[in-house]
């Protein structure tokens, strides 16, 4: 099993970037019809989300400030899974809310997993710790 070890990392930022993608085309159905989605809503409350999909989807999937867009994301799914889903019934199955709760709990893992070694915050963190050259 430690063999399949080293593979953990580069299949999680795959995940990552195929979660935020998908995660990104639900703000594009919500706001903007994209995808064969709802046209554009007059609800606030529904443009809100539409635009934290739209943002934290981009920002997770390319890695950048991921912890937090995560836990923005993560928080938004559970509020969409409580206020659309689990009135019809508590169950994610009876309610058709699975994609709200896989949505949540992924990215509650990853707020605190991080953003992972491929990743534009691995980057810019990888360029902060370089040691910056002598000057001659």
Same mark, same amino acid.
């Given at each position: 099993?430690?063999?399949?070890?080293?593979?953990?990392?580069?299949?999680?930022?795959?995940?990552?970037?195929?979660?935020?993608?998908? *995660?990104? #085309?639900? /703000?594009?159905?919500?706001?903007?019809?994209?995808?064969?989605?709802?046209p554009? $809503?007059?609800? =606030? +409350?529904?443009?809100?989300?539409?635009?934290?999909?739209?943002?934290?989807?981009?920002?997770?999937?390319?890695?950048?400030?991921?912890?937090?867009?995560? *836990?923005? #994301?993560? /928080?938004?799914?559970?509020?969409?899974?409580?206020?659309?889903?689990?009135?019809? $019934?508590?169950? =994610? +199955?009876?309610?058709?809310?699975?994609?709200?709760?896989?949505?949540?709990?992924?990215?509650?893992?990853?707020?605190?997993?991080?953003?992972?070694?491929?990743?534009?915050d691995?980057?810019?963190?990888?360029?902060?710790?370089?040691?910056?050259?002598?000057?001659?």
């Open positions: 099993m430690n063999a399949l070890n080293r593979f953990a990392d580069p299949i999680y930022c795959i995940a990552r970037f195929i979660f935020g993608l998908n *995660f990104a #085309s639900h /703000g594009g159905q919500l706001l903007f019809g994209m995808f064969g989605g709802m554009g $809503s007059d609800k =606030p +409350i529904l443009q809100l989300c539409g635009w934290i999909c739209l943002i934290g989807g981009f920002l997770i999937a390319f890695g950048l400030v991921t912890r937090l867009a995560a *836990f923005i #994301s993560s /928080g938004t799914m559970a509020v969409a899974y409580f206020m659309v889903h689990a009135p019809h $019934s508590f169950f =994610p +199955i009876a309610n058709k809310g699975e994609l709200a709760v896989y949505y949540s709990w992924f990215f509650l893992f990853e707020f605190f997993y991080g953003a992972g070694h491929w990743s534009i691995a980057m810019l963190k990888g360029r902060a710790r370089s040691p910056s050259a002598p000057s001659t």
